[in-house]
């Protein structure tokens, strides 16, 4: 374990050395690019630091209802809510849906974001399609992750298409996908709507793909508004103001990042002498790995991954090269030169 004492951008420094760094979440480089952080400050300076008061008070921020319709035109729903982390907007959806009126079954590594307490998280597709299709009483509920960092689900998400969807609600996590992958950053909502499901909901970070901290739901009117009447949503502090308006207000550095990430992955896959090392999604800059002797390996030669027990110390171990936008062409062929002569 690694600690420092500023934020992780393309390399960080350890003992006086620097380090590349291919790890995190960061994958536009938002949280680090001057341009960003600019106007970040300035919407600071108009809204203040924190806004700690319920939605539902008698006073209320226009840019809430301004960046919810913002992000509802950019995935294709017709309405979001955002809340102030993509974990809160998760246990939103899973509380509302927690009652004897719904069966709630969980795909193959969901994220606990999704979970209530205890839950069932069903080991293969196989099994979790006999369970549903066993469900009779209730309506059944099922909850996934977008980018599952097996290689599963997105971007095709062969398994849903053997599901009976019109009589199932879809819940999907897509907090490594809003911002990256789908048409203008709007990640898989768009994808996932065209299988028909009898709702959809997606929740998200808005942290990994925009650089802010905030979460999001995404569906229909009639569901978002019942979201919205719940306790859980009327009690919760919302996300800050100031960060809010620059995701909406940085929109042309973000575009231009996600340009630059898409080319930074294309480079990274053309260079690379066997891809065969990692498992990984088109179009998703992260490429996953279960080889201890290669994390030691590029350690050894000055780079850093994401190489952890997630999301308890009893969990496997996670091995993960993370591309950014903010990493060079230098980086680039300097982590493939290394990964090649690893592999050769």
């Not at 319920?54 to 006073?59: A, D, M, P, Q, W």
């Not at 509802?72 to 809160?88: D, F, K, N, Q, T």
């Not at 942290?207 to 009327?234: C, D, H, P, V």
């Amino acid at each position: 374990m690694y600690t420092i004492d500023g934020f992780p951008g393309r390399t960080i420094i350890k003992d006086g050395k620097e380090l590349l760094y291919f790890g995190g979440t960061s994958y536009l480089g938002l949280q680090t690019d001057a341009d960003f952080q600019s106007i970040f400050i300035e919407n600071i300076k108009k809204y203040g630091t924190a806004y700690s008061a319920s939605r539902k008070s008698n006073i209320k921020i226009s840019i809430f209802d301004e960046v919810d319709q913002y992000l509802a035109e950019m995935v294709g729903s017709e309405a979001c809510i955002s809340m102030s982390s993509g974990y809160l907007a998760g246990q939103l959806v899973c509380d509302y849906f927690s009652n004897g009126d719904y069966s709630l079954f969980y795909a193959p590594n969901t994220h606990s974001a999704l979970f209530r307490n205890q839950q069932i998280v069903y080991p293969n597709w196989q099994e979790l399609e006999k369970a549903i299709n066993d469900n009779t009483n209730t309506t059944p509920v099922l909850f996934l992750d977008s980018i599952d960092f097996h290689g599963d689900n997105y971007p095709d998400y062969t398994f849903l298409e053997k599901l009976p969807l019109s009589n199932i609600i879809l819940v999907i996590d897509d907090s490594h996908g809003i911002g990256i992958t789908g048409e203008n950053g709007g990640g898989s909502y768009a994808f996932l709507q065209s299988l028909q499901p009898k709702e959809l909901l997606v929740s998200c970070s808005l942290g990994k793909g925009f650089g802010i901290q905030a979460g999001a739901i995404f569906g229909s009117k009639k569901l978002m508004n019942l979201l919205k009447n719940t306790s859980f949503f009327g009690g919760a502090s919302p996300a800050t103001p100031a960060a809010l308006a620059t995701l909406k207000d940085a929109q042309e550095i973000i575009i231009a990042k996600r340009i630059q990430l898409h080319k930074n992955t294309d480079f990274f896959l053309s260079t690379l002498s066997n891809t065969s090392l990692f498992v990984f999604a088109k179009g998703h800059p992260t490429f996953n790995f279960q080889n201890e002797m290669l994390s030691k390996y590029l350690e050894e030669n000055a780079i850093i991954v994401t190489n952890i027990r997630y999301p308890t110390e009893n969990d496997s171990l996670m091995s993960r090269i993370v591309l950014s936008a903010s990493h060079t062409q230098n980086d680039i062929l300097n982590l493939c030169a290394i990964l090649n002569a690893f592999a050769a």
